[in-house]
């Protein structure tokens, strides 16, 4: 697989502080949502979804690893290729979402992975609370979503219409869960995706944003609305 290429192909449509290092410390804990099959042919023994390697679709920051090697403020796919450069967007589709809780630990203080937990009430059943200046541990909101992304061929696991695509998980917390997944998860429950996350295509750029102390950027997308009638087809067929 080559490594460090720049991916310029779109997918088919009609068309409060946030640093990467708590992220990628719970990269490390949180399992991928991944669709359940029959047994692939060739396979014996107990394989699960532990066994399941989804590449990551990460944004860069202004410091931490990808940092030195991609330019700030693009898109990462597995450390390697450059999807987007944040200015100019790159459709995506969401194939699914998973919320859940992740504890807040100050950055850059502990090496200790943050707890996850499932539901909020167990969250406050542990001791955790959401809110701000409380004087109890926090957890914030985060979400997990398995996304299909344009890639040029020779990365790509499926092809549509001589398109190269891959499924990638991404991981939002923070202001990234604000900017990115509430709208997607909008658009499913109350919006034009009532029938499927998968039907609709997301635009996706990111933004720097300032405060008193810090500045980072966070993943904006636009909804790019309904797919083609064929689109969704290959994506009920093929990727789900």
């Known amino acids: ?9 779109v997918a088919p449509a009609n068309e409060t502080s946030e640093s990467q290092a ?17 047994p692939a042919i060739g396979l014996t023994g107990e394989w699960g979804t532990r066994d399941i390697q989804v590449p990551r679709l990460s944004l860069v920051q202004k410091s931490g690893t990808l940092a030195d ?9 597995n450390k390697e290729l450059v999807i987007g450069d944040g200015n100019q967007p790159f ?25 996850i937990f499932d539901r909020l009430e167990e ?13 109890q541990p926090r957890v914030k909101e985060a979400a997990d979503m ?3 992304v344009p890639v040029p061929l020779d990365y790509a696991t499926f ?21 990115a997944a509430k709208p997607v998860v909008t658009a499913a429950v109350c919006g034009h995706l009532r029938e499927g996350i998968h039907r609709g295509g997301w635009a996706v750029t990111s933004e720097l944003k300032t405060n008193q102390r810090n500045s980072w950027y966070v993943p904006i997308v636009r909804s790019r609305g309904v797919h083609s009638p064929e689109f969704i087809q290959f994506a009920q067929a093929a990727v789900l």
């Open 1 to 9: 697989m080559k490594s460090g290429g720049t991916a310029t192909a």
């Open 22 to 38: 708590p992220v990628a410390k719970q990269e490390a804990q949180t399992l991928a949502p991944v669709t359940t099959t029959p």
């Open 69 to 77: 090697e991609f330019p700030k403020g693009s898109y990462v796919l």
């Open 91 to 115: 459709v995506i589709t969401v194939l699914s979402a998973r919320k859940y809780y992740q504890e807040d630990l100050p950055f850059g203080e502990s090496d200790e992975l943050p707890r």
């Open 123 to 135: 969250a406050r059943a542990a001791g955790f609370t959401t809110d701000w200046d409380s004087g």
């Open 146 to 148: 398995i996304v299909l």
């Open 159 to 179: 092809e549509f219409k001589g398109q190269g695509f891959c499924r990638a998980l991404w991981t939002m917390v923070s202001s990234a869960y604000n900017s």
